[in-house]
């Protein structure tokens, strides 16, 4: 499995998403951070693979709206599968 190092801001938003699906809109008002940074961070994790994209549509003024949502790989290569015992 790849490791990361995320700053703590794409932490926070990492966190955000993982809670519910959120717009860039409702992270920027969040995190206080102007839509440009907002996005940037949200390309850079979808790039990563961290978070996807789980609803989209176009808004009243024209514009698609994305809702973002966590998708942590989860590692699972210490788990062991046991077979069922013989009859």
């Known amino acids: 499995m790849v490791e990361v190092d995320l ?6 938003i990492l966190m955000a998403t ?9 992270l920027t008002r969040i995190f206080g951070l102007p839509g440009a940074v ?3 961070y949200l390309e850079l994790l979808e790039h990563l693979g961290l978070v ?5 549509y176009f808004g009243r003024d024209g ?3 994305r809702y973002y949502e966590a998708d942590l790989p989860i590692d ?11 009859p």
Do not use: N, Q
């Open 38 to 40: 907002v996005v940037d």
């Open 76 to 86: 699972t290569s210490d788990l062991v599968r046991e077979e069922p015992a013989a």
């Open 63 to 65: 514009r698609i709206v």
């Open 18 to 26: 993982l809670a519910s699906p959120k717009t860039a809109g409702e």
């Open 7 to 12: 700053d703590e801001t794409a932490k926070g």
């Open 52 to 56: 996807r994209v789980v609803l989209s």
